[in-house]
């Protein structure tokens, strides 16, 4: 039922009138700190009913200037457009925007980028120290539960994660379908206002606040979200220990019937973290020729609907 409910989400918020309310949303919330005439880099596809569509949009109406990657989504094309066109801003999901700001200290390129935005699932606080420090730069989060048009909230100046209230109503539920008592963590339950009957569960684990926030908004907060929810907690938490080494660029780990299956590309000379033992390991160096990032969206997919 988890899939039918994020399908009929999916095909609300791609509605017109939908997709122009998201735009607009986007917009005030892209003001915080993109000036006219900023060059922005979007590592999403440049497709309509998605968020780098409706980042293109709301990026325009900032009067900024929308640059994408194209068919090229090398590790090193995305260096080397982020460093020639000299962009004030990148969007992008985390773990890209994450391995650019590896490949940029590898590759001892500065980039001019002071603000970067990370969109899809929820950015965690080992990615926004990573980015940060990689990249010098203010990180920024929006919430996308699915990486569509399902624009959902946005961080405020204080680091904190608002929900769209005028758009979508969260409950907390336990594993039962229960509502839990505010400040209890549990399940994200996402519906439209319009019809709060549907129930899409983000596979994410968090608490809400209600209470205003420092910056003066009074929409409710996600807190200490957990991404992690219904993925097989070892893999994630390997995931995570992975990623988080300089020497590391990208990894990939799934579960087979011979047991744990890991690929990483790593920097070579570079000194690496203790391996598990695997079934298959596979340990390459980066090729700049050739590598681009690993496709994270499969890991996504089964977070989201493990429920069925």
Known sequence: MNEIAYQRLTHMASEPEAMEKAVAYLESNLRQFLKKRDKVLICFPDEPASVGGLMKRAVLRCEAEPQFLGTDQ?????????????????????????????VAKHMSTPLFARNILVAGYPIKEWMVNGIERGLDCRAWGCYDPGSSAMIAGFTCNQCCLHLRDDRYKVRILDDAGRELPRGETGRVVLSPICDVDIRFDTGDLAWLEEAPCKCGSAAPRLMDIDTNNGIDPRLSKLGEDLHYWGSILDCKLSNTGCGLELELVVFPGEKLPKLPNCAKLVVRAWNPETDAPFPHGFALKKRLFSQD
């Open 74 to 102: 090398r590790w090193l094309t995305l260096l080397r457009t982020a460093f020639v066109s000299r962009c004030d801003a990148i969007i992008g999901p985390p773990l890209t925007i994450l391995g650019l700001a590896k």
